[in-house]
Every structure is written in C-alpha cells, then in structure tokens.
C-alpha cells in the first residue's frame, strides 16, 4: 500500500471521529465535507468523483429528506400519537400486548417513513404514553429499546424505509418493485424474528398490567384535516412508488411532490408550525452522504476497495447459503465499526468490482440494516435517538448495556434474516 492509502485511510477515520463525537456541536455535513476537501487537496479525489458521488447520491439523498419532511407533517399534525394512544386501549391494561404492539407498530412506521421516523418520532411518543399509562420508569426500558431496535430490524421491506436502501438501489439501478419481491420475505422473517427475541429477552422485565390512559386519542390531533389526509395520502405515496419503475421516474420526483404538498397544506391550515419543520428537517444528511462518498470513492481508489475485493471473493467462494450469510456478517461489523452510511459506500464499490455478483447487494442492504445495533455508533439514526433520550431526561442507556443487549438480540436476527434471503435465491 502507498503512501495515499495511509493519508486517506486516515482522513476517513478522523472525519469518522467528527461525525460521531460533533466537537462543538459541528453538522455532520460540514465535517463529511472538510474530509471531502482534505481528499482533493491531497489528490486521493478528483473534481471527477464529485460529479460521480452527486449523481449517485442526489436521488437518495432527496427522497430521504421527503419522506422525513412527511413523517415529521404528520407527527407534528398528532397522526402518529394518536395511533399509540388508540394503541394503549386497544392492549386494554395487558402490558406484554401492549409491548407487541408496540413493536409491530415501529416496523410499520419504519417500512414507510424510514427507521430515523420510528426512532426519532415514535419513541418519545411511546416515552410518553407509557408515562400517562401509569407505567414505573425502570418498566418503561423494554419499551424504548423494542422502539430503538425494530427501527433498523424492520427498515427493510421498501427502498425508502433506511437511506442505506436508497444509496445501494440507486448505485445497482435497481426498481421499487423488485428490490420488494426479494427483500419482503426478509423483512417478515426479521420482524417476527425481532418480536420474539425481544420479547423472550425482556419478558420478565415487562409490565403485566397498567392503569387505563388518562387521555383521549383526539385530544392528541393537532390539524384535523392533514390528520385525515394521512392514510389515503399514504396509500397513494405507495401505489406510485411501487409503479414508478414502469413510469421510469426517479422516486424522489415522487416523493418530493408529497412532501411539497403537506407543507402547503399546513401553511394555508397554520394549525402547525410548517416552516419549523422545514428547518429540523436533516439538511445535513445531503452535506454529509456526498462528502462522506467523495472519501470512500479515493479511499477504496487507493486500496480498501481491493482489500473488500479479496474478502468477498474467498467468501463467495464457500457457495450459498454460506456465502450470502457470511457476508452479511462481514456487512454487519462493517457497519457497527465505522457507520453504516460509509459502510454501505465502501461494500457497493467493492460488490460492484466483482464477477459474480449475486445477492450480495441485498444482504450488503441486510448487514447495513441490522448491523448497527451491535454498537451504538452503527447509524446516525441511533446516535441521535440515545441523544434525544438523553435531552429529554428520559431513560439514560449507557453505551455498555446497548452494545450487550444489541449484540444479543441482533446476532440472531441477522442470522434469521440472511436465511430467509437465501431462501428467496431458490425461488
């Protein structure tokens, strides 16, 4: 390896560091593109690669943005508080199926507003309806952590439910409809998988019963008629993305008009603060996703990329169904090591440079997706959620007890995901 290798090897770490720790609370994008420019000053990128990167990322970024743009309308108009309060009745004082339906509720909302939706929206809504529950704090733990976790283990049904999906789909040109063939059994397998699990593992830290909700679920709507556009809104969003493959339209050219829409509606409504969330909404992400592809673009340029190369070339070898659930681990620590976002960059330059190909895409997706739950830096999704947490005099999680309790509810999961994917290689 050259000298370039080591200097960008360590500019990726540095900026790495930056991201993760914010000194000075800097954007995550600005620090992507000091790396960025630390490259093209050293000459380990070309003004080529930004052409490249832009061309890779805009569509993902765009559609990313929207779909948070939307989930963040609809939070703020008491769509989603409404259904957890409709929810707690629903349980009817039963705290184990309240926990499930909890659960399954966080998978729904991740598969279409995306796991930062669930993780960041979803889980101080839980926080707090569990609160008005009458629920004691240590209680609440397996709760929150069930939140946190089926984000991401559920965030992989459809391209828009986790940007790793958008950013691989996109390099891949790969449609709606058939990453959804393949990646829906897999998505089921790691939903069911992840009830299970959790709840096998915090089954006698659960509640089993809890006082009747203080609060009707009307009271939480904000803005009745963006309230009642919701589900026939969401319906739409998904027949279009489904067919957007045939329309042969970039799904962000879908998703942006959905998102336009909300936001005039709660202009005109002014029944929420519409341009409140246009300014929380993660601009950063855009900064971020192409500097942070500019890095990996010369850092796999200068080696990595033919190390990645090597790897998935002695495991492919093993045949399936070892070869696409060893490198689903590798993707996994891959992603718990260095973020998922990088990870997920890296793994589709060095899966393109292959021969054989095969599902590798898919359980790149797979290991990106569950991956980071072995460790609290596996996505920004999660760093930001264990922030919230933290500000809101929540429920503080330490980074030892999330990475014990990660790795031992993940492992299996993934393992349960990557079969059921090499099931679907059969059909």
């Known amino acids: 390896m050259n000298f370039l290798f080591y200097l960008s090897l360590i500019i990726f770490v540095v900026t790495l560091f930056l991201v993760i720790k914010k000194p000075r609370n800097i954007g995550i994008g600005y620090s992507a593109l000091f790396g960025a420019l630390l490259t093209l ?159 096998i593992y915090y089954r006698k830290d659960i509640q089993k019963t809890y006082g009747s909700i203080n609060i009707k679920p009307e009271s939480a709507i904000k803005d009745h008629t963006i309230f009642i556009m919701a589900f026939p809104l969401i319906v739409v969003l998904m027949f279009f993305y489904f067919i957007s493959g045939f329309l042969r339209v970039p799904i962000s050219f879908i998703a942006m008009p959905f998102a336009l829409f909300l936001y005039i509606v709660a202009r005109i409504n002014k029944k929420i603060d519409a341009n409140y969330i246009i300014k929380i909404a993660p601009w950063q992400i855009v900064l971020f996703s192409l500097g942070m592809l500019i890095i990996v673009f010369g850092v796999s340029r200068e080696g990595l990329a033919s190390i990645y190369i090597n790897v998935l070339n002695g495991i492919n070898s093993l045949g399936a169904p070892y070869s696409i659930i060893f490198s689903g681990y590798f993707f996994a620590f891959n992603a718990a090591i260095m973020n998922n976002l990088p990870s997920v960059m890296i793994n589709n330059i060095a899966i393109s440079g292959l021969k054989n190909q095969g599902l590798l895409m898919y359980s790149n997706i797979i290991g990106n997706d569950i991956g980071p739950k072995f460790t609290p830096i596996g996505s920004l999704a999660t760093l930001l959620w264990l922030y919230t947490l933290e500000r809101k005099n929540a429920i503080k999680i330490s980074f030892s007890y999330y990475m014990k309790t990660g790795l031992i509810l993940a492992l299996p999961v993934l393992f349960l995901t990557l079969f059921s994917l090499y099931i679907v290689s059969l059909f």
């Open 41 to 199: 000053i050293f000459g380990i990128s070309t003004f080529g690669d930004i052409i490249t990167v832009w061309d890779i990322v805009w569509n993902a970024t765009f559609t990313f943005i929207s779909v948070i743009i939307i989930s963040l309308i609809l939070d703020e108009a008491g769509f989603f508080e409404y259904i957890a309060i409709k929810i707690a009745i629903m349980a009817r004082g039963n705290g184990t199926r309240l926990f499930i339906f909890i659960i399954l509720l966080g998978a729904l909302i991740s598969a279409i507003f995306a796991n930062d939706g669930t993780a960041l929206i979803l889980t101080p809504i839980v926080y707090a309806v569990l609160i008005r529950s009458n629920f004691s704090k240590n209680k609440i733990l397996p709760f929150i952590m069930a939140t946190g976790f089926i984000a991401d283990t559920a965030s992989i049904p459809f391209i828009v439910s986790n940007l790793v999906n958008l950013i691989t789909v996109g390099y891949f040109n790969i449609t709606f409809l058939r990453y959804t063939e393949i990646m829906i059994f897999p998505d089921i397998v790691s939903i069911v998988s992840s009830t299970i699990i959790l709840f």
